[in-house]
């Protein structure tokens, strides 16, 4: 499985991006896709994730703020994250786990992209 993330750049503060994540893969359906982010000096965490199903588990601090969505026709993930806070500066990863459930946990996620940038700043 291979994972190419784009969409990200500069937004400022209150502002909109959205992420797209393309994977590789006859059997996107049954991929758990997640998106985790780094922030400089900091550790990467969970952000969000969504099952096959299009069930979705949001990390608290993007609650109300981000929506994680997929088109499973185009192999393809989104992340569209709302009233941007200059917090959300990080690095953005998608990634993909071949299971029915979603999880928090970045090592069961075994399959990863190379990430984007997001910076938020006036």
């Known amino acids: 499985v291979q994972l190419q993330a784009s969409g990200g750049g500069l937004a400022q503060p209150g502002g909109s991006l959205r992420l797209s ?23 990467r965490e969970f952000v969000v994730s969504i099952s096959g199903s ?42 993909a786990r071949i299971s029915l459930w979603n999880t928090r946990r970045e090592d069961e996620y075994a399959y990863w992209g190379q990430g984007t940038l997001v910076t938020v700043s006036s």
């Open 54 to 95: 299009g069930r979705t588990d949001n990390a608290d601090s993007v609650k109300g703020r981000f929506t994680i969505s997929r088109d499973n026709a185009k192999n393809t993930v989104y992340l569209q994250m709302n009233s941007l806070k200059p917090e959300d500066t990080a690095v953005y990863y998608c990634a």
């Open 21 to 43: 994540c393309a994977a590789s893969g006859r059997t996107f359906s049954t991929y758990v896709m997640g998106w985790f982010r780094q922030a400089p000096g900091k550790e």
